[in-house]
C-alpha cells in the first residue's frame, strides 16, 4: 500500500515529466567516420608518323590528382531535449613528385613516386581545406513542468569554422592560410497565456463562455427563446448559481477584459562573422588545429565560436600566428547581426483580434588593418526597427497651402535645439592627440588643448544634428531630450498592428438576415531605417570620448560622431486604414478599403526630404450564379465535375499620389511629380467545360498628372477571350 502510495504520488508530481526528460544518454547516438581517395591520371604518347628513322622522341605528357577526403559525423542526443552534431571534412592533396607513372616504360621514376606516394599517406596528404561545423540545440523543457507547461521555448547555437590554404609562391614568398568563423545564437519562447487562464476553473469558465460563434439567423433566434425562458428553481441543498446575477456578469466581462492578451512571443539572434587573412600556421592531424608551445592553434575557442574579433586578431598577433607584412592589404573583418522580434495576440473581446509585431535589426561591420598598426579600424552598417510615427502621419500634401507642413516646420525648429546641445557637450573639452593631428599644420599646438569652436565648431546640417531633429518631428520626441544617437536601442522598439473585427453579427443579430460574414479590418506597418553609415576616414575621439573629425576647409579639428550617415527613411502604412469584407446570404461579394502609404527620406549629402504619399479607395464586388447554362437553356453535358457557373467581378479604384520634395536651407517645399487615376475593371468568365473557357473583360484607366509636364490619358481595354486546352 506505501509503495502504491508514493508511485501515486510520483504521478501527480509536477515534476515528474521533467524528471523524465533530463536523463542523461551516456553515449552519442552515432559516430560516422569516412575517407574517399580520388585518383585520376591520364598519360599521352605522341609520335611523329613522318620522321619514323629519326632518333627524336616527343616527351610523354601526362595529367594527374591526387586528393583524400576525410569525413566525421558526430550526433549525441544527451537527453531528450539537448541535441548535439558535429561534423567535419578536411580535404587533402597528395603531393607527388612530377615525373610518369609508368613501371614499365620509366621504373625508376616510378620507385621514387611510390616512396613518395607512400609518405604522403602516412601523413594524411597537405591539408587544402577544412570544414567544421557544431549544432546544439535545448528544447528547455518548462513545458514539461505542470506549473509552466504554458511557455514553450527553445535556445540553438550553431558555429562553423573554416580554414583554406593560402597561395605558396616559393619558399621566400608566402601569403598565408584564411580562417574564418562564424557563430550563431538564437533564442525563441511562446506564451500560450489562453492555457494559463484556463487553470483557473472561473476564468476557463469565462473563456468558454467568451468564445467566438458565428451567428445565423436560426441560433439568432435560438439565443432570443433561451433568454426569454423562465429561470429554474434552486432546489435544497443545490449550489446556487450566479450566471444571471448582474455584478457576477460584469466580473465575466472584466476578466475576459483583462485576459485580452491570449499568445506572445519572442526572439532573439545574434550573429557574428570573423574573417582573417594571413595566418602562418596549417591545420595538422586534428580536426582544424595544429600544436604549439602556446597549445592549439587557433584553438577551439575559436573552432567552436566562441572567440574571434579585434580580441582574437590581436592574440593571434601576439603568438606571432600571422604574417606582418606592409605589401599585405586585404584586412580582417568582422561582422555582427542583432535582431530582436517579438508578436502578441490580443482578442479584448468576441470578435476582435488584434496582432502586434516588432522587429528590430542592427548589422555592424569592422575591417581592421591589422598590419599597419596606425590605421584606424573602420566600421559600417544598417539599421531597421519597427516604430509608430502617427503625430506625423497626415497633413503636408495640400497644394491650396503650398505643401506647407507642420511637421517640416517642427524639424526647422529642432535644428536649433539639437544644434545647440550638440555644442554644449563639447564646452570645456580638449582636443584629440594622435591620428590627423599629427599630419595637419596646427595639430601639434592644438593636440591636447581646450576646444575652442572659433577654429572649427560641428554644421547644423551635419547627420549629428539632422537625425535627431528628423526623428524628434517625425516619429515622436523632444527635441530638448531626445537621444542624439542615431541608432535607438531595443528599448525604443514600438509595434506594429493588424485588426480584424468579425463580430458585427453577434453585436447586431439582425444583420444575419442579409449578410453571411462580415468583417472590418484594418492594419499598420511603420519602419525607421538608416540605410548606410561607415566611419569618417580622419576620426579620432579626445580623453572624455568626445569625436572630432578634420575639418579640410579650414585644416583644423572639428566636433563630429563617428558615423557617417547618409540616408535615413520612415515607411509608414495603413494597408488599409479602414476595409471592409462581407458576403451576402444571396452570395454577393463586397469589399471596399481605405488605404494611406507614406515614404520620408531624409538625404544629409543635398540637405533635402523626400517627400511620397499615396492615398488609394478600393471598392469590388463579386457574384456568382451557379448553374448558369439551365438558366439560359444550355446543355450541361456529360462532364459532372464541371460546374458550369457565371463569375462576374467588378473593381473600382481611386489612386492619388504625389513627390514632395522639401529643402531645408531655404525652408521651401514643392511637388516634383503625382498624378490621380481612376481605374474600372470588369470581367465574366464561363466554364462551358474542362477544356473551353469563356470571358468577356473590360478596362478603363483615367490619369489626370499633379504638375503639368505631362497630358492626361484614357486608356480602355476590352474583348472577350475563348480559350481551349488540349492538356488532359
Not at 605528357?61 to 531528450?80: E, G, H, P, V
Not at 443579430?509 to 525607421?528: E, G, I
Not at 437553356?633 to 499620389?657: A, E, R
Request: charged residues 20%.
Amino acid at each position: 500500500a506505501g509503495n502504491r502510495s508514493n508511485s501515486n504520488n510520483n504521478s501527480k508530481s509536477p515534476f515528474k515529466k521533467l524528471k523524465d526528460d533530463m536523463q542523461l544518454n551516456w553515449l552519442p547516438n552515432n559516430i560516422s567516420l569516412g575517407l574517399q581517395v580520388n585518383r585520376t591520371y591520364f598519360e599521352e604518347q605522341l609520335r611523329n608518323i613522318e620522321a619514323v628513322e629519326s632518333d627524336y622522341t616527343i616527351p610523354v605528357s601526362y595529367t594527374k590528382t591526387f586528393t583524400m577526403l576525410r569525413q566525421t559525423n558526430i550526433a549525441w542526443d544527451l537527453t531528450k531535449s539537448i541535441r548535439l552534431n558535429f561534423q567535419s571534412a578536411t580535404n587533402s592533396r597528395i603531393d607527388e613528385p612530377d615525373v610518369p607513372v609508368n613501371k614499365y616504360l620509366y621504373p625508376d621514376e616510378y620507385e621514387r613516386w611510390r616512396d613518395t606516394i607512400w609518405t604522403q599517406l602516412w601523413k594524411l596528404g597537405t591539408p587544402v581545406d577544412y570544414n567544421q561545423t557544431f549544432d546544439a540545440s535545448w528544447n528547455i523543457p518548462l513545458n514539461k513542468i505542470s506549473y509552466t507547461d504554458w511557455i514553450t521555448a527553445s535556445a540553438k547555437y550553431h558555429a562553423n569554422y573554416q580554414w583554406n590554404r593560402g597561395t605558396w609562391i616559393d619558399e621566400n614568398t608566402n601569403t598565408g592560410n584564411i580562417i574564418q568563423n562564424n557563430s550563431q545564437l538564437q533564442f525563441d519562447g511562446r506564451f500560450n497565456l489562453e492555457t494559463l487562464y484556463n487553470k483557473s476553473k472561473f476564468l476557463k469558465k469565462v473563456n468558454d463562455k467568451f468564445r467566438s460563434k458565428r451567428v445565423t439567423p436560426s441560433n439568432s433566434n435560438t439565443r432570443k427563446n433561451r433568454a426569454e425562458r423562465p429561470q429554474r428553481e434552486v432546489k435544497k441543498g443545490e449550489k446556487k448559481s450566479y450566471d444571471n446575477e448582474g455584478w457576477y456578469k460584469a466580473l465575466q466581462v472584466t476578466s475576459r477584459i483583462l485576459m485580452m492578451v491570449r499568445s506572445a512571443q519572442i526572439g532573439y539572434k545574434q550573429t557574428r562573422d570573423t574573417y582573417l587573412p594571413y595566418f602562418q600556421s596549417d591545420i595538422g592531424d586534428f580536426y582544424g588545429q595544429s600544436n604549439s608551445d602556446d597549445g592549439l592553434v587557433p584553438g577551439l575557442g575559436f573552432a567552436f565560436g566562441f572567440e574571434g574579433g579585434e580580441s582574437f586578431t590581436r592574440k593571434a598577433q601576439q603568438n606571432h600566428w600571422l604574417i606582418m607584412n606592409d605589401s599585405l592589404t586585404s584586412p580582417a573583418v568582422y561582422n555582427l547581426t542583432k535582431d530582436l522580434n517579438y508578436s502578441a495576440t490580443l482578442e479584448p473581446w468576441t470578435g476582435l483580434k488584434i496582432t502586434l509585431n516588432g522587429t528590430w535589426r542592427h548589422n555592424e561591420q569592422e575591417s581592421n588593418q591589422f598590419m599597419a598598426p596606425e590605421l584606424p579600424i573602420r566600421r559600417s552598417g544598417s539599421f531597421q526597427m519597427t516604430t509608430i510615427a502617427l503625430g506625423s502621419t497626415f497633413g503636408g500634401s495640400d497644394p491650396g497651402d503650398n505643401y506647407s507642413s507642420r511637421v517640416f516646420d517642427e524639424f526647422l525648429a529642432n535644428r536649433e535645439v539639437i544644434y545647440a546641445r550638440l555644442l554644449s557637450r563639447y564646452e570645456g573639452s580638449k582636443y584629440p592627440i594622435g591620428g590627423f593631428m599629427k599630419t595637419i599644420e596646427k595639430g601639434d599646438m592644438l593636440a591636447g588643448m581646450p576646444y575652442n569652436p572659433d577654429l572649427g565648431a560641428s554644421r547644423i546640417n551635419t547627420s549629428d544634428v539632422l537625425v535627431p531633429a528628423f526623428f524628434a518631428a517625425y516619429v515622436g520626441g523632444d527635441a530638448k531630450s531626445v537621444s542624439l544617437n542615431p541608432i535607438p536601442s531595443m528599448w525604443k522598439l514600438l509595434p506594429n498592428w493588424r485588426m480584424t473585427y468579425d463580430g458585427l453579427l453577434q453585436l447586431f443579430p439582425k444583420l444575419a438576415k442579409w449578410f453571411k460574414t462580415l468583417q472590418l479590418s484594418h492594419a499598420y506597418n511603420c519602419t525607421y531605417a538608416i540605410g548606410n553609415y561607415q566611419t569618417y576616414t580622419n576620426f579620432l575621439r579626445n580623453e572624455q570620448g568626445l569625436g572630432y573629425v578634420l575639418d579640410v576647409a579650414n585644416d583644423c579639428p572639428m566636433p563630429s560622431s563617428e558615423f557617417d550617415i547618409g540616408t535615413v527613411t520612415l515607411n509608414e502604412s495603413f494597408q488599409p486604414l479602414l476595409g471592409l469584407n462581407a458576403t451576402l446570404n444571396n452570395g454577393l461579394t463586397l469589399k471596399s478599403e481605405y488605404a494611406h502609404i507614406r515614404s520620408v527620406s531624409l538625404s544629409m549629402s543635398s540637405a533635402q526630404i523626400t517627400e511620397n504619399v499615396s492615398k488609394n479607395f478600393t471598392f469590388g464586388t463579386g457574384y456568382k450564379i451557379a448553374d448558369f447554362n439551365t438558366k439560359i437553356g444550355l446543355p450541361g453535358g456529360k462532364q459532372k465535375d464541371v460546374k458550369h457557373d457565371l463569375n462576374m467581378k467588378l473593381d473600382v479604384t481611386y489612386k492619388s499620389q504625389m513627390a514632395l520634395l522639401r529643402k531645408i536651407n531655404d525652408a521651401f517645399s514643392q511637388a516634383t511629380s503625382g498624378n490621380t487615376a481612376w481605374t474600372i475593371k470588369f470581367s465574366a468568365d464561363y466554364q462551358f467545360s474542362k477544356a473551353l473557357q469563356f470571358k468577356l473583360y473590360y478596362d478603363r484607366q483615367m490619369n489626370t498628372p499633379l504638375i503639368s509636364t505631362s497630358y492626361p490619358t484614357v486608356n480602355s481595354d476590352f474583348g472577350m477571350t475563348l480559350s481551349f486546352s488540349l492538356t488532359r
